[in-house]
């Protein structure tokens, strides 16, 4: 046992007792007083926190939230909002009506080595259940020359579908398929497109690339649109969006931000086979005139002035010495038809050009019910939503004069099937 001398004993007391003085001086110069926060309340109080961060900085709130679980306590649950209202809007859209949007598939007929026909994977796109009796919405060019087609809904259920009508002019067609009678189907609500503003927010439903129901959303970048499709027809008043579309988008639905359909998605402009952010959309007003002639007739109505008129070019005007460098010069009228008995002229003078006969010295054709027509396309797209046995206004040119002449259209299949 080690002794300590009374020196010794003494020096340890006095130090002891300098620790126990500096101990009770330090705990008594805390203070354990409530504080006041800057809203008025003390940190201690229910229902606020002294350091609770704005709603506003999600970072900051789950710093809190880490740092202190107990503050959530404090945390009104109204405060902390999962998705902005945009992303909700974009949510709630595509869980209502992405079952309303089919894939479609098709079968081609190929010839094989041995010159047997054989079934073939054809195209697939998009469409959209517009009718709860199992009527389909969609692009002609996605069914078109196909042998067989088939709907895919979104509970991965199949049917084979059957072409009631196409109108390959505005690219359109409508399918239909036999649902079962338990199965409740979702349809797409048809809006209108009459009254678009470029700059309103727009949603493409799709199966891009087989992907299927894929959401994009965009503006609307443009209206009017007249665009050229590879059957060299004009489609007017397209709608551009940059909302992305690409390969099997088509015939899917363009959206506005109430969940109605605006268009038709239709093609895209791309140098490189994707999404460059330049969609185009058939008008659903166009849509919604012809749907219901194609489901009744299959096919849609048109109206024709009944004359055979030519596409003016320049070795024409050369050789005729026509008045104008456009325009469509009147070759024949039919015998007693409409155009002849309205005073439309024809030619007189036949002259061979290539393997046809064109006759010479008639009326050209400038203007087709307010719209210019300078080549046969927009012959085609002043007509389009005309119909047999309406009058419309013709603007002629004769003999370096203009005048307008009313003419009643005829049928157009038949005149054009002669």
């Known amino acids: 046992m080690k002794l300590y001398s009374r020196g010794q004993v003494f020096l340890f007391s006095i130090l002891s007792g300098l620790v126990v003085l500096l101990f009770v001086l330090g705990f008594g110069l805390l203070d354990f007083s409530p504080k006041k926060t800057e809203a008025g309340g003390t940190a201690g109080e229910t229902g606020t926190a002294a350091a609770v961060p704005d709603r506003a900085d999600p970072l900051a709130v789950a710093g809190l939230l880490q740092s202190n679980p107990a503050s959530a306590l404090s945390l009104n649950t109204a405060d902390i909002v999962p998705y902005a209202e945009d992303e909700r809007e974009n949510i709630s859209i595509y869980e209502q009506l992405n079952v309303a949007v089919v894939n479609i598939t098709t079968e081609r007929v190929a010839i094989n080595w041995f010159l047997e026909p054989v079934p073939q994977e054809g195209s697939s796109g998009s469409g959209s259940i517009i009718d709860i009796r199992g009527y389909v919405l969609t692009n002609n060019h996605v ?5 067989r087609v088939y ?12 072409v009631v009508g196409t109108d390959p002019e505005n690219d359109i067609a409508v399918l239909k398929f036999e649902p079962p009678g338990d199965m409740d189907l979702r349809t ?7 009254g678009l503003k470029v700059g309103q927010k727009v949603l493409a439903i799709g199966n891009p690339f087989a992907l299927e129901r894929t959401l994009t959303v965009g503006i609307v970048s443009g209206l009017g649109r007249p665009i050229q499709t590879s059957r060299n027809n004009i489609i007017r008043d397209m709608i551009q969006t940059d909302a992305s579309i690409n ?8 959206l506005d931000a109430q969940g109605r359909m605006i268009g038709v998605n239709t093609m895209i402009y791309s140098p490189s086979g994707g999404s460059v952010g330049i969609g185009f959309a058939v008008p659903v007003n166009t849509a919604k005139r012809v749907v219901a002639e194609l489901i009744q007739y299959g096919k849609v109505r048109r109206g024709w002035i009944d004359a ?4 003016i070019f320049p070795a024409l005007v050369r ?12 070759s024949r009228t039919k015998r007693n038809g409409f155009a002849e008995k309205a005073g439309l002229r024809q030619g007189t003078n036949p002259v061979r050009y290539g393997s046809s006969v064109i006759y010479l010295g008639g009326d050209i054709i400038s203007s087709v019910d307010g719209m210019k027509t300078n080549t046969l396309a927009d012959l085609y797209s002043a007509l389009e939503d005309n119909k047999p046995g309406e009058k419309i206004a013709v603007e002629i040119i004769r003999g370096g004069r203009i005048s307008t002449l009313e003419i009643a259209l005829a049928d157009r299949e038949e005149i054009l099937s002669r």
């Open 308 to 311: 055979t008129v030519v596409q």
């Open 143 to 147: 069914i078109e020359n196909a042998y």
């Open 247 to 254: 390969p099997g988008n088509s015939g899917g639905p363009l």
């Open 188 to 194: 797409i609500p048809l809006g209108d497109s009459g």
């Open 151 to 162: 709907i895919n809904l979104a509970d991965g259920s199949q049917f084979e579908g059957s």
């Open 319 to 330: 050789y005729a010495e026509l008045p104008v460098e456009s325009g469509l010069l009147v």
